[in-house]
T-cell receptor, first 116, second 111 residues
């Protein structure tokens, strides 16, 4: 069974540009979450999608957005990039179907974004 | 490699020793806890979980202890091996089903 796949693994952008990251969850998983990981802040929750709907959102500015497709694949977009957006962006999928139980998250290897 | 280990508490042990990694959580309403392991260049990987109605749970070479009175979680690794070297995160979930992750502890195992 294939794991969570994230693309691209590495990318370099300059300030002001925008970036789109992609995540393919484990087959059968309908919940996809995104996290930002930095040395200073650790793992910070961005948002979570289930059945193409954003169910939860973390405390990030509106420059960070996402979406989920009918096949559960998800994308996240960061517009007007800032230096502080440099981070490892992790996607996680889960078999969660209803609220109240998080269960195990299965993480991808992440997309390492560097903003110059 | 990944620099996720910077600025983290570090635990150094000798191969074969037992390791104990601690985590303090903040939400008294949290009812589900997970330990994750993150090796360099990889995403976090599930190790073991525990519900709030339990105090202890054992896996293969790992044991998680939960003390709800002081909101403390620990991960014990028996006979630590070099392959156990990684950053370990605890995560708590309560109310919302979105887990909140701790800052992580870097475990270094010396052969």
């Amino acid at each position: 069974k294939a794991g969570v796949t994230q693309t691209p693994r590495y990318l370099i952008k300059t300030r002001g540009q925008q970036v789109t990251l992609s995540c393919s969850p484990i087959s059968g998983h309908r919940s996809v979450s995104w996290y930002q990981q930095t040395p200073g802040q650790g793992l910070q929750f961005l948002f979570e999608y289930f059945s193409e709907t954003q169910r939860n959102k973390g405390n990030f500015p509106g420059r960070f957005s996402g979406r989920q497709f009918s096949n559960s694949r998800s994308e996240m977009n960061v517009s007007t990039l800032e230096l502080g957006d440099s981070a490892l962006y992790l996607c996680a999928s889960s078999f969660l179907s209803t609220g109240g139980w998080a269960g195990e998250l299965f993480f991808g290897e992440g997309s390492r974004l560097t903003v110059l | 490699g990944e620099n996720v280990g910077l600025h983290l508490p570090t635990l150094s042990v000798q191969e074969g020793d037992n390791s104990i990694i601690n985590c303090a959580y903040s939400n008294s309403a949290s009812d589900y806890f997970i330990w994750y392991k993150q090796e360099s260049g990889k995403g976090p990987q599930f190790i073991i979980d525990i519900r709030s109605n339990m105090d202890k749970r054992q896996g293969q070479r790992v044991t998680v202890l939960l003390n709800k009175t002081v909101k403390h979680l620990s991960l014990q690794i028996a006979a630590t091996q070099p392959g156990d070297s990684a950053v370990y995160f605890c995560a708590e979930t309560g109310g919302s089903y979105i887990p909140t992750f701790g800052r992580g502890t870097s475990l270094i195992v010396h052969p």
